[in-house]
Structure formats: structure tokens, C-alpha cells
């Protein structure tokens, strides 16, 4: 069965420190995996993709094939990153979505 | 041009009635998708409708629940006789029909069953 797993509900840390929020994912096909971000009083948006490589606000991910991990970093963390971010996972076809229940990030001055 | 809209914003009803949610998806996108948020809790995939193509209900909870999409425009999600346990946000998301692409997601409906 599809699942995505994100150990951390809460996760805090300090200005300028490296941050790193934990995804799992259980598929036993070749998916697609996401991070969705969702500020305060804001409508939940993509952060990133693996399919773009992309870096966005100094975040990154890397996916981990053997470990079956997707796990968001971002070497300096700033108080505006707080916020609820979830990792998530499509299917082979691109369209079913699963998420993780999600890890609420505070960063603190 | 105008993002993804839901309405009601929300809505309180009693146990046994049914609920109508109307999600209005970015025009030219044809792909519609519906998450149920229950509180504290991740995004639960619903259903979701690509084009012409059926639409893939497999996360619909229960026979009380249904959707339908008109074209590739508004969507109805449906839930009768409404119990406690449905009480949530639901949350409608769009996209462009290719795959893998960014879903634009709407402010949600937020479900009180009494």
C-alpha cells in the first residue's frame, strides 16, 4: 500500500540553524515526491519537487531510493520558514496524491 | 486570473443530513482533486477527476460519499446522511493535465457535524 510517513509532528529550532524534516515513503512502484508548504492564514502551495531538482528558498530534497526517504533540508533556517509542511507522494501515472500527516516547523529568534 | 474557490467556508449541520461542497477549479485545468483534513491530521485523498477519463474514487470513504465534476469545470462533493465522524476540512485542489504537476489548492470547507 502507498504511505507516506513523516515521524515529526513538531520540529523547532533556532535562527540559523540547519534544519531537517524527516519523509518516509512505502510504494512499491517508481513515484513522485513532493513538498507542500502551508504558512499561516495561507492556502497550502508546493515548496518543491524531485522531478525539477529544484531548490526553493534555500530548501532541498533528495530522494533516497534504498532508504526510501524524501527528506527536506535547508542548511540555515529563518523565522519565516515556520509553518505546517507536508511530503507527498504520486503514483506511476501522476495523478493519485498521498500525504503525510505533516510536521509543523518553528523556528525561534 | 482567479485561483482555486470553495464554497460554503463553512458549514454546520445536524447528524443524518446531507451536505453539498462546491469546489470552482482554475479554468483550463482538468485535472480536480478532494482531500478531507480532519483535525490534527494529514490530507486523506478522496477522489480525483482527469479530464474525460473515470474518475478515480478510491479514497471515498464510504457509499455515502460521492462527487461529480461537470466538464472540466465546477465539482460537487456530496455526503449523505452526514455523522459526526465527518466533521473536517475539505479541501479541493487543481492542476494542468500533465502528470507529476503542481496541485493549486482552494481555502477548504470546514464540515461541522452536530
Known amino acids: 500500500a502507498q504511505r507516506v510517513t513523516q515521524p515529526e509532528k513538531l520540529l523547532s529550532v533556532f535562527k540559523g540553524a540547519p534544519v531537517e524534516l524527516k519523509c518516509n515513503y512505502s510504494y512499491s512502484g517508481s513515484p513522485e515526491l513532493f513538498w507542500y508548504v502551508q504558512y499561516s492564514r495561507q492556502r497550502l502551495q508546493l515548496l518543491l519537487r524531485h522531478i525539477s531538482r529544484e531548490s526553493i528558498k534555500g530548501f532541498t530534497a533528495d530522494l533516497n531510493k534504498g532508504e526510501t526517504s524524501f527528506h527536506l533540508k535547508k542548511p540555515f533556517a529563518q523565522e519565516e520558514d515556520s509553518a505546517m509542511y507536508y511530503c507527498a507522494l504520486q503514483n506511476t501515472g501522476g495523478f493519485k496524491t498521498i500525504f503525510g500527516a505533516g510536521t509543523r516547523l518553528f523556528v525561534k529568534a | 486570473g482567479a485561483g482555486v474557490s470553495q464554497s460554503p467556508s463553512n458549514k454546520v449541520t445536524e447528524k443524518g443530513k446531507d451536505v453539498e461542497l462546491r469546489c470552482d477549479p482554475i479554468s483550463g485545468h482538468t485535472a480536480l482533486y478532494w482531500y478531507r483534513q480532519r483535525l490534527g491530521q494529514g490530507l486523506e485523498f478522496l477522489i480525483y477527476f482527469q479530464g474525460n477519463s473515470a474518475p478515480d474514487k478510491s479514497g471515498l470513504p464510504s457509499d455515502r460519499f460521492s462527487a461529480e465534476r461537470t466538464g472540466e469545470s465546477v465539482s460537487t462533493l456530496t455526503i449523505q446522511r452526514t455523522q459526526q465522524e465527518d466533521s473536517a476540512v475539505y479541501l479541493c485542489?487543481?492542476?494542468?493535465?500533465?502528470?507529476?504537476?503542481?496541485?493549486?489548492f482552494g481555502p477548504g470547507t470546514r464540515l461541522t457535524v452536530l
Open positions: 485542489a487543481s492542476s494542468s493535465g500533465s502528470s507529476y504537476n503542481e496541485q493549486f
